[in-house]
């Protein structure tokens, strides 16, 4: 069974940036057919797409994040990384990796997300 795991800072100061990896068992992710994507949830709002990384290594990120949003993977750990700069208090969300379908686009396997403040 595929399980990823999020890991990162919990309390991040702007205008720094936050610097989050995934990390992938039960699967790899070179493994065609798969994207590996980031996910967030503002409090009391709904889930956000930031972008994946697909397993020939592609990148596609959210037009509302693009400028600010850099994904990157380390195939000989089997992780995936994002990195979101200058952040602000509107980046406080929970924020989940999790495993997309190529051709469906549903996220089938999810980590159980990380909560990450955005605050001085």
């Known amino acids: 069974q595929v399980q990823l795991q999020e890991s990162g800072p919990g309390l991040v100061n702007p205008p720094q940036t936050l610097s989050l990896t995934c990390t992938v068992s039960?699967?790899?992710?070179?493994?065609?057919?798969?994207?590996w994507t980031w996910i967030r949830q503002p409090p009391g709002k709904g889930l956000e797409w930031i972008g994946y990384?697909?397993?020939?290594?592609?990148?596609y990120r959210s037009p509302s994040l693009k400028s600010r949003t850099s994904l990157s993977r380390d195939t000989s750990k089997n992780q995936f990384t994002l990195q979101l700069s200058s952040v602000t208090p509107e980046d406080t969300a929970v924020y989940y990796c999790?495993?997309?379908?190529?051709?469906?686009?549903?996220?089938?396997?999810w980590g159980q997300g990380t909560q990450v403040t955005v605050s001085s």
């Open positions: 039960g699967g790899s992710i070179t493994t065609s057919s798969y994207s």
């Open positions: 990384i697909d397993y020939s290594g592609t990148t």
């Open positions: 999790a495993r997309m379908g190529v051709i469906n686009g549903d996220c089938d396997y």
